[in-house]
């Protein structure tokens, strides 16, 4: 089966920036999609590229089976995008913003469909509305609207739930895996890593342009398994610097690959005399796993890109 | 309700459209009072100082159709600039960037909905204008007025397109409009005839492009002008076709739209 988003060593730089740097992913037709990394990580960039707002230096990318650059009507008509920043037309109403954005697909009176998104979308009752007097949390929803009027079979969303209450934020996450489930294929970037695991069966890491690690959340989570140690004292062992993921103050953040290690640890601490002010366990997560990888575990994290 | 079938640009078009006339007291009644007052004010000083073609015109009615040119082609740049550079800074032009519009349908969108408002401006300027000298209405060659409306309307609102594209800021814009646009227009034979300047001007009206917008214009409504008619339509239409030109080789680049 074609691909939903293949992406070929793509690359794009910008002024002494190396954005994206040779980065090759593909994401299969009905796969929950996340693309992780921090700012400037290049998501932005990537899926900018996808949605044809922005043009690779070298590399391809095809949607659907469809060059973005070469075929973009259809590759285009096939992408829905949510953008990450809160934008808006102020002189048109939400049902006119989501009315417009279907003329310009070349589509005209689909209004059941606009009606369903309104619904859907808990909008019906502000269609009227002008877009100006919404708050930051409906416009985020009118975006998602505007990425759905064309029904296209991949969805893209960048930061959807940023800057959005908590409530919403379930209700978004609701309706975004009820698309999914009925078939549309979604790529999310997110810096909510809990986001990310809740919802994405598969996941890419970029750090400074370059995928750093590419598997199912299920793999990430158990390859990276290890346990974090939340360590408060005035100091580490020696030995064990290498392994703090994470320091804020006299708190420490190690990983440990066993249970087992964690004698040795204790060991080491008893050795050089170093008091311990409170030792905690942590299960692995997303976000452990994140840390792990942006903090530069090398080695696991290139085996980690062979899927 | 908006219900535009067809293809997408239509609806671009449309939707340029609306954003001019949902804001119209701005967008049309406001330049017509400019107008109203240019007419006004120099109507009233120089009536009796200036003769133009030989004394053949009144200077009120020779103004009128400059300052009726006027308004068509500083209402078609400033709608396809304001447009842009609004859709730019707000970052809604992401809503024409992501739909699979080619770069000849954005272009044309743009550039006939801004065509639309000059024309609109320049009509409302022409009726109140009226008032001042009914006998306009029995222009001798209309179809030669409508030709040079058509075409520097055209030629403005693909000057706005790249300046509204081009601007990162609305100073930016600002500078493009009050260092090239005015100075261009003004100068231009709008409040006079280049006849009536010294040889050394009259020369250099010559090199700008905007002198045989006006010039052919007024020719529809007078059967006068400073230069043959047909010499005016050439060098505007070869203007408009290599203004086009540019434009859709600058879209179709993606420069500044998709970097």
């Known amino acids: 089966m074609t691909p939903a988003v293949d992406v070929a060593r793509i690359a794009r730089r910008f002024g002494r920036v190396q954005a994206l740097d040779d980065v090759s992913l593909a994401v299969g037709q009905g796969e929950f999609f996340g693309l992780l990394g921090p700012n400037g990580a ?41 953008p990450q920043e809160l934008v808006f037309d102020p002189f048109f109403t939400v049902r006119e913003t989501l009315e417009l954005q279907a003329g310009y697909f070349g589509l005209a009176g689909n209004d059941a469909w606009i009606d369903e998104i309104l619904h859907h979308l808990a909008l019906t009752t502000k269609a009227d509305a002008n877009m100006r007097s919404l708050s930051g949390g409906m416009k985020r929803r009118v975006l998602v609207g505007q990425a759905l009027v064309h029904k296209p079979p991949v969805i893209v969303l960048d930061e959807p739930t940023a800057g959005v209450d908590v409530e919403l934020r379930q209700n978004l996450w609701a309706f975004i895996r009820k698309l999914n489930q009925d078939g549309h294929t979604i790529i999310l970037t997110t810096h909510y890593l809990e986001e990310a695991e809740a919802l994405c069966g598969r996941i890419a890491m970029l750090k400074a342009g370059r995928i750093v690690a590419l598997d199912s959340t299920r793999n990430l989570l158990s390859r990276f398994a290890g346990i974090t140690v939340r360590l408060v004292a005035p100091a580490v062992p020696a030995a064990w610097l290498p392994r703090v ?35 905690a366990l942590q ?3 997303l976000e452990q796993v994140f840390l792990r990888i942006m903090s530069g575990e090398r080695a696991t994290a290139a085996e980690a890109v062979t899927p | 309700m908006i219900r535009v079938a067809g293809a997408g640009w239509v609806t671009l078009f449309y939707k340029e459209l609306l954003r001019f006339w949902k804001v119209s007291f701005q967008t049309i009644a406001a330049p017509v009072l400019t107008s109203l007052l240019y007419l006004l004010i120099f109507s009233h000083v120089l009536e009796s100082k200036v003769s133009v073609f030989g004394g053949q015109v009144r200077y009120t009615a020779f103004l009128i159709p400059g300052l009726v040119m006027m308004s068509v082609l500083q209402n078609a740049f400033a709608n396809t600039s304001s447009s842009l550079i609004q859709s730019k800074v707000t970052g809604n032009i992401i809503f024409v960037l992501l739909p699979p519009l080619s770069p000849a349908e954005l272009f044309f969108a743009y550039v006939l909905g801004a065509m639309v408002r000059g024309m609109t401006v320049g009509l409302g300027v022409f009726a109140v204008t009226l008032w001042f000298d009914p006998g306009l209405l029995q222009l001798p060659h209309p179809l030669w007025a409508l030709a040079f409306a058509l075409l520097g309307s055209a030629i403005l ?19 493009f409009q009050n260092f090239i646009i005015v100075p261009l227009t003004f100068l231009s034979g709008v409040f006079y005839s280049i006849h009536t300047l010294p040889p050394f001007w009259q020369a250099l009206s010559h090199f700008n492009p905007f002198f ?27 203007c408009c076709a290599a203004l086009t030109a540019i434009t859709l080789a600058l879209l179709q680049r993606g420069w500044k739209l998709r970097p």
């Open chain 1, 42 to 82: 290049g998501k932005t960039t990537l899926i900018s590229i996808l949605a044809g707002l922005v043009r690779p230096d070298r590399g391809s990318a095809r949607i659907m089976g469809h060059d973005v650059v070469a075929d973009y009507r259809l590759a285009r008509r096939a992408l829905g995008m949510v």
């Open chain 1, 245 to 279: 993921l994470r320091r804020e103050g006299s708190v420490h953040f190690l990983g440990l690959e066993r249970h087992a290690e964690l004698e040795s640890l204790l060991a080491a601490l008893r050795e050089e005399k170093i008091e311990i002010a409170e030792l």
């Open chain 1, 283 to 285: 299960e692995a997560d």
């Open chain 2, 157 to 175: 609102a693909t000057l706005g397109l790249i300046a509204g594209i081009w601007a990162d800021k609305f100073d930016q814009l600002a500078a």
């Open chain 2, 212 to 238: 045989y917008m006006i010039d052919g214009f007024r020719y529809g409504f007078f059967g006068l002008s400073d230069v043959s008619p047909w010499i005016s339509l050439g060098i505007v239409a070869g």
